[in-house]
């Protein structure tokens, strides 16, 4: 089976930047996803990584060490926007039929 | 392009009622998702479409569940004499197909409270 391990909270102040890690367990691994989600709102896709390594989108950065079965999403210059839940996400070992999402990261970003 | 849009966006039904949800996703998006969420949890997997057809279901979906895809573009969801433990978010989400599956596009779901 697969579980997925992430801090349920983090607090950081606006500008600053700040880490959510994500550790899973996979009885297969294919890669890591990452959400967001603004309370009420639908989860939207942030990024994928297949492979070791950090990739940069903008202000988000995700990082991937396949052999620790360990990512994290990296948030820079923190903005008052960016206070949501993250989620990370794991599919099956062999087909994207569907992912398993952990519990969720709650960012709250201060002033 | 609209997005995923899902019917009702809340719905608050009495114990024992059978409720329908709808999903309109993605038109050119011939994968269709289905999840729920509790509060402070991640999206759990109900079931996966391939145009019309259900190729995957959760144990979680027993058969008070089911949904369907009847021409592989909007789908249904209906939840048959309702209990308080399935008071939830379901969400719907889609993806093109053709290997860009890791990128779901979520509805904003629909909120079902069962009293």
């Known amino acids: 089976g697969q579980s997925l391990e992430q801090p349920s909270e983090v607090t950081a102040v606006e500008g600053a930047i700040v880490q959510i890690n994500c550790t899973y367990q996979?009885?297969?691994?294919?890669?890591l996803s990452w959400y967001q989600q603004h309370d009420g709102g639908a989860p939207t896709f942030l990024s994928y990584n297949a492979l070791d390594g950090l990739e940069e989108t903008g202000r988000f950065s995700s990082f991937l060490s396949r052999s620790d079965s360990y990512g994290y999403l990296l948030l820079q210059e923190l903005q008052m926007k960016d206070s949501a839940s993250y989620f990370c996400?794991?599919?099956?070992?062999?087909?994207?039929?569907?992912?398993?999402f952990g519990s969720g990261t709650k960012l709250n970003v201060k002033p | 392009d609209t997005g995923v849009s899902q019917d009702p966006r809340h719905k608050i039904t009495k114990r024992g009622q059978n409720v329908t949800f709808r999903c309109d996703p993605i038109s050119e998006h011939n994968r269709l998702y289905w999840y729920r969420q509790t509060l402070g949890q991640g999206p759990e997997f109900l079931t996966y479409?391939?145009?019309?057809?259900?190729?995957?279901k959760s144990r979680l979906l027993s058969d008070r569940f089911s949904a369907e895809r009847p021409k592989g573009s909007f789908s249904t969801l209906e939840i048959q004499r309702t209990e308080q433990g399935d008071s939830a978010m379901y969400l719907c989400?889609?993806?093109?197909?053709?290997?860009?599956?890791?990128?779901?596009?979520f509805g904003s779901g629909t909120r079902l409270t069962v009293v």
């Open positions: 996400a794991v599919p099956p070992p062999d087909n994207f039929n569907k992912f398993y």
């Open positions: 479409f391939q145009n019309e057809a259900q190729l995957e």
């Open positions: 996979t009885s297969g691994f294919y890669g």
């Open positions: 989400a889609s993806t093109q197909g053709g290997g860009n599956d890791y990128g779901y596009t």
